[in-house]
């Protein structure tokens, strides 16, 4: 699914803010990325998400090796990917139903098609009446959930989540927890990155942590 | 739930200034290909009656009085194949001619010349060469006039104007493209942050252009159009307005549209709509492409 062999990254000409990273993640996969702010977990999200390319090392996806593959052959591996982005990200001149249907307009699918199941996501994350409101107007924990619906909508093969749970209650969180499990359960390959401690023990899933740059397998409780 | 949204946001502020500049530049190229039209078949209409005329000079320096060689040389004309007309231009003609050079004097007893037009018809004319055989031969000093100096020079002004004209046309059309470009970049820069996120969930370069595309064909068609309007009106204008106190349509010819000119004024908005796209498209394709 996805695999990263020594890579480093950097801004511009700054210091390396991720170094010889190595991890595979295999297909169906549930992992967790921890670290301190500043660790460079959405640096390392930003590589997966084919929003900034390695400054060096090996980057394979989809079974395709990243630096062997034409720009014009990227959206389509990007449309595979459902991102949660850590500032949502939303276009504030369109409703939260538009945002939420957004890659199933950009992937060429009908409204009529896509309207139920656009109506019902946002339902399941508790805005069934707030779809035709803009992000500006929507608490922050409210546009969190536009974010996640969105990145899940298309039901990607891999699943991209940067603080996903960062601006909503415990409650909330943990339905959306379910939401993630739900898809992992339907095939999708899941990556989310957070500080939530409580989330990662919930599920006892594997986890990477990030720090000074360098990743770590972290052992896991429990396991014998 | 109504038509989906489009994916940029409407502006207002900004796109009014723009729709007025390219309205200008059509403006400016309508009147220009407007101009260059009519004064092109208004040259080609008076080269064309200058064709079909010349003018025997019989000089007052002769043994015979110029009337008599003027006779003789009408006659001579008239037996010619392919001749309209021949026609002795009288005295006081010609002295009203010379009146407003010379101003309200006496010309009685002043040795002028007689002038006689010639008109011709059909293609079966006799050649400049033979004329001028003829007119000599039947007044020795008269001299054959086809008008061709004149002619020639009123096809070389005229084909300077087309030049002028069309050199113009072109600058407008960098203008605009320059133009474009500058909005499509502002556009694209106040935008980025959505051209960035439909780059990121998976757009391809060809639909982010498209909405800014269709933005810039509807601007050119609503600016052509604006543009078009205003042109047409100063052009109307100009052909229904007497500019010749003197009525003087006999020296310059009428400057007016005809049905045949439409169709390339209103080239003019369709070709700016088609710049408008192409070059947003262009301009959107080469700032994505540079993205990661
Ligand atoms: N666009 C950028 N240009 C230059 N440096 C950047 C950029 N984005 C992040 N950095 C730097 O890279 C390092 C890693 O940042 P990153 O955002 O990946 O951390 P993070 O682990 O996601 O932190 P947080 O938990 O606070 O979100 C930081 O030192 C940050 O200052
Ligand atoms: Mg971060």
Redesign the interface.
Known sequence: MLHLENVGMRYGMGREVLSDVTLTLAPGEFRFLTGPSGAGKTSLLKLL?????PSRGLMSMFGRDLALTP??EL???????G?VFQEF?L?????A??NVA??L???GRK?AEY?EDVEELLSWVGLGDRMQARPPTLSGGEKQRVAIA?AVVAKPDLLLADEPTGSIDPDMGERLLRLFVELNRLGTTVLIATHDRHLVESLGVREWRLSGGSLHEVPQKGRS | MAARAPLLPDEHEGEWSLTGVIAVMCFLACLTLGIALAVSRASAVWSEGLSGTGTILVPADGLVSPEDGARAVADAVRRLPGIAEVRIVSRAESDDMLRPWLGNVSLDGLPLPVLVAVSFEGSARPANAEMEAIVAAASPGALWDDHGVWREDLQRLSAMLSAISLGVLVLIALAAVATIVFATRAGLESHREIVEVLHHIGARNQFIAHEFERRFLLLGLKAGALGLLLAVGVLLLFANTDMLASGGEFYLPRLSLAASDWPWLVAVPLATSLIATVTARLTVMRVIGRMP
Not at chain 1, 49 to 53: D, G, I, M, V
Not at chain 1, 76 to 81: F, K, M, P, V
């Open positions: 998400y084919l929003a900034e390319r720009r014009q959206p389509a591996l990007r449309r595979r990917i991102v990200r276009l504030d001149h369109l409703s139903y538009e957004l890659p307009r950009i992937a409204p309207r969105r």
